[in-house]
C-alpha cells in the first residue's frame, strides 16, 4: 500500500480496535501508539519525493500540513493520557471518544493528501461528523446544543461546497477525461481554457462552504461554541487540524481560479472576509468570559489573517499565510493544552476563577504565559515573523486597508495580554479539590511546552528544507 493512503487507513484500524478498549488507561496508551506510528509514517513521507498515488498526492503544499497534522495528533494524545480521567468519561465513553479521535485523524490525513475534489469534499465531511461526534460525547444539554449548532451550520457549508465541487466539475469536463475530472492537478492544467463565469460561481461556493469549515465570518458562530463543551483535548484538533484541511480546500480552488485570466479575481473576496473576520473576533474577545470560548474567538482571528495574507496574494503573502496557518496550529494546540488543564485545576473555565497560575501551578503558569504570548504575536515565535510579513505586505501594497487590520489586531492584542495578566500573574484562585496531582500535571505540561519549543525553533531559525518547501507551496498558491 503507497505510504500516502497507509497514513489515512493507519488511524482508521486503530479507531476499529479502539472502539473495543473499555478500559481508560489501555484506550489513552494505545491511542498515543497510533498515533506515534502515524507521525512516523508522516515523517517517512516528508523524506520521500513527491508522489502521486490514484487519488492522492503530495506536493509542496500539502506536505508541511501533514507533518503539523500528525505532530498535534501525537501530542494531543499524550495529553488526553494525562487529563481524561477528569472528564468522568464511563466505558462505553471512552470507546466512543477513542474512535472518533482516530476517525478525525484519519480523515484529515485524507483530506490533505486528496488530489480529487471529491474525495477531499467526503474527507472534510467525515472529519466534521467524527467531530461532531466528540463535542457532544458528554450529552449535556450545552454540549447537545454546541455539537447541534456545529453540525447544522458546517452541513450548510458542506453542502455549499458540494455544489461548488460541482460547478468546478463541469466548468472542466469538456477539456479532461471523466476519470480525472476531479483531479487538482488536471484542473490547474485546463483552468485557462475553462468558461470564467463558471468559475467565478465554482469559487464563490467553494469559499462560502469551506470558509464555514475554516471559520470565517459570517458562517463562524459554531467555532467557539465547539471549543467551550467538548472536551478538553478536542480544542487543540479543532483549531490546530480542521481548520486547516478547510483552508487547504480553499487555496486549491484559489489556484484553479486563478490562472485562468478571465475569471473573477478571488483575492479580494480572501481580504473582505478575511478582515471582517480580523475585526469581529478582535471585538469579541473583550466579551468572552469563558476562557475555551474566548480562545475559540481568537481563532476566528487568526483565520481571518491568513485569509487576508492570501487575498493579497503574490509570493510574500502567501508565504506570510502559510506560516500563519502552521504557527496557529502550534501555538493555539499549546494554548488549548494549558487552558483546559487549568480549568480542570480550578474546576471552572470562567477566566475570573482561573487567576495566579504562575504562583500556583508554576509549569502550567509559565507555559500557558508563554503561549498566550505567542498567540497575540509577539517574538520570538512563528506567528511574530508570519505577522511581520503580512503587514509589510500589507502597507506596502493596500495601505488604506492595513490601518483596519493594524486595528484589529492591536484589539485582539491587548485583549489577549489582559486575560494573560489575569489568569497566569493575576491574584491566584483556589483549586477545586482532588483537579490535580503531581505526574498529572506535569504529563499535561509536557506537550504545551514542545509545542512552544517548536514554534520558537520555527521563528527564530526555520530549517532550510522547509523554507523551500513553503516558498514553493506560496509559488503554487498563486
Not at 322 to 333: E, Q
Request: glycine share 8%; aromatic share 10%.
Amino acid at each position: 500500500m503507497p505510504l500516502q493512503w497507509a497514513i489515512v487507513f493507519l488511524p482508521w484500524l486503530g479507531a476499529a480496535a479502539l472502539a473495543a478498549v473499555p478500559n481508560l488507561r489501555q484506550a489513552t496508551l494505545a491511542n498515543i501508539g497510533v498515533s506515534a506510528l502515524s507521525f512516523l509514517m508522516a515523517g517517512a513521507l516528508a523524506a520521500m519525493p513527491f508522489a502521486e498515488h490514484g487519488w492522492t498526492r503530495t506536493d509542496a503544499l500539502n506536505l508541511p500540513f501533514i507533518l503539523v497534522a500528525s505532530f498535534v495528533g501525537l501530542t494531543t494524545a499524550v495529553f488526553s493520557a494525562a487529563t481524561l480521567d477528569a472528564e468522568g468519561f464511563d466505558h462505553w465513553r471512552i470507546r466512543a471518544y477513542h474512535a472518533a479521535y482516530q476517525v478525525f485523524m484519519g480523515a484529515q490525513f485524507l483530506a490533505l493528501v486528496a488530489d480529487n475534489l471529491g474525495v477531499m469534499w467526503v474527507a472534510v465531511e467525515i472529519a466534521t461528523l467524527a467531530t461532531v461526534s466528540m463535542v457532544a460525547v458528554h450529552r449535556t444539554p450545552a454540549a447537545f446544543e454546541a455539537a447541534w449548532k456545529f453540525f447544522i451550520l458546517c452541513g450548510v457549508g458542506i453542502a455549499l461546497a458540494l455544489f461548488g465541487t460541482i460547478v468546478l466539475y463541469l466548468a472542466a469536463q469538456p477539456f479532461l477525461q471523466e476519470e480525472n475530472g476531479l483531479s487538482w492537478a488536471a484542473l490547474m492544467g485546463v483552468a485557462a481554457r475553462c468558461d470564467p463565469a463558471t468559475l467565478n460561481l465554482a469559487f464563490a461556493f467553494l469559499l462560502l462552504g469551506y470558509g464555514t469549515k475554516a471559520g470565517l465570518v459570517p458562517l463562524h458562530s459554531w467555532l467557539p461554541d465547539a471549543h467551550a463543551e467538548g472536551p478538553v483535548p478536542i480544542s487543540a484538533v479543532l483549531s490546530g487540524l480542521l481548520l486547516n484541511a478547510a483552508m487547504l480546500a480553499v487555496l486549491r480552488a484559489k489556484s484553479i481560479v486563478g490562472a485562468n485570466p478571465d475569471a473573477i479575481a478571488p483575492g479580494p473576496f480572501l481580504l473582505a472576509l478575511g478582515l471582517a473576520s480580523v475585526l469581529l473576533a478582535a471585538l469579541a474577545l473583550w466579551r468572552r468570559r469563558d476562557a475555551r470560548r474566548f480562545f475559540g474567538w481568537s481563532s476566528i482571528e487568526h483565520m481571518g489573517l491568513a485569509a487576508f495574507a492570501f487575498g493579497l496574494g503574490g509570493a510574500a503573502a502567501n508565504l506570510a499565510g502559510l506560516l500563519h496557518l502552521l504557527g496557529h496550529s502550534l501555538v493555539k494546540s499549546a494554548v488549548f493544552f494549558g487552558v483546559g488543564r487549568a480549568a480542570q485545576a480550578k474546576g471552572s473555565q470562567k477566566i475570573a476563577e482561573i487567576g495566579g497560575l504562575v504562583a500556583t501551578h508554576p509549569a502550567l503558569g509559565w507555559g500557558l504565559a508563554l503561549a498566550i504570548a505567542a498567540i497575540a504575536g509577539l517574538p520570538p515565535f512563528l506567528l511574530f515573523a508570519s505577522e511581520f510579513r503580512l503587514l509589510t505586505v500589507a502597507v506596502a501594497e493596500m495601505p488604506w486597508l492595513a490601518l483596519p487590520l493594524v486595528l484589529g489586531m492591536v484589539t485582539a492584542l491587548a485583549a489577549l495580554v489582559t486575560v494573560l495578566q489575569q489568569m497566569c500573574f493575576g491574584a491566584p484562585t483556589p483549586d477545586a479539590a482532588g483537579a490535580l496531582d503531581g505526574w498529572r500535571e506535569w504529563a499535561a505540561a509536557v506537550p504545551l511546552w514542545l509545542h512552544l519549543a517548536v514554534a520558537a525553533a520555527l521563528g527564530v531559525a526555520m530549517p532550510a528544507a522547509l523554507a523551500a518547501m513553503l516558498a514553493e507551496a506560496a509559488r503554487v498558491v498563486g
